[in-house]
């Protein structure tokens, strides 16, 4: 595993947006989002962020890897689960602020909920009286989430 | 145009994950991350940020709104590049802190540098020496930005 990754400093718009140096631009808080598709169905499974270290083993090890904001710390996607994320391509936005992951699923599912996408839900966009209900587009929970986590701590804060 | 869009309360994990009430959770800075795809092709087209007044205009609008960081204000997408995307679908995820947008766009291109989606470079995945490039996966811009945008400022930030 190579960690010895290296990222460019930022020093033109010109290099970041038309260049072939990455140079990524991490948050106050040092991470950046990152969605996450299936390289598969080109479904959106889910946004996440990563830091520095994140994204390195992430290119180094070819598994996606993030920071987990409620359990702050490393996470390499399935440890828990066994829903692995292998890395098919790593795409990076014009001013390098943001990842696109296309992977490749074990499991079929990516979602902590039980679910193959996190977003299971569509907003209805023809609200009557103001306010918007959502549809479950995912008809079926793909795994039972109590079997796969146990009792582990729900990530979702309120 | 419908501006009475009424968000939920937050109140348990159960009803954020499991409901059918739009209870979003904004961040610090009140902006939920979304990402952007286009309906047709399913490809990123780009990640960009809304606050409530943006999400509450594209659901009413059937136009597609962010927060502009770079130049904080309100943005619907194409009013200066006329570039526009029209919703299709919104999707929410699993805790409501991040959304799906699938739009169609019109001019087919979304990326103010030029290119069809902001994502038009990839991670090269084994780097030697440790210094990852990047690869144009879009070969070729699809329009010209200094036509569309003239002298208007670039959003990059260093």
Redesign the interface.
């Known amino acids: 595993m190579?960690e010895?990754?290296?990222f460019?400093e930022?020093?033109?718009?010109e290099q970041?947006?038309?260049?072939?140096?990455?140079a990524p631009?991490f948050d106050k808080e040092g991470l950046l989002?990152c969605?996450t598709?299936s390289a598969e169905s080109?479904?959106?499974l889910?946004?996440g962020y990563m830091n520095q270290l994140a994204l390195t083993r992430t290119?180094s090890t070819?598994d996606a890897h993030y920071w987990s904001r409620s359990r702050k710390c490393l996470w390499r996607k399935g440890e828990t689960s066994g829903l692995r994320q292998r890395?098919i391509?790593?795409?990076?936005?014009?001013?390098q602020d943001?990842i696109?992951l296309r992977v490749s699923i074990d499991g079929d599912a990516s979602?902590?909920?039980g679910?193959r996408s996190?977003?299971?839900?569509?907003?209805n966009?023809s609200?009557e009286?103001?306010?918007?209900?959502?549809?479950?587009?995912e008809e079926e929970k793909t795994f039972d989430p109590e079997k796969v986590y146990g009792d582990a701590p729900?990530?979702?804060?309120?």
């Open positions: 190579n010895e990754i290296v460019a930022r020093k033109s718009v970041v947006e038309e260049g072939v140096e990455l631009k989002p969605v598709t080109g479904e959106v889910m946004l290119i070819g890395v391509e790593i795409r990076i936005d014009d001013d943001a696109w979602c902590h909920v679910y996190c977003f299971y839900r569509a907003v966009t609200p009286r103001g306010k918007p209900l959502l549809t479950f587009v729900n990530p979702t804060q309120l």
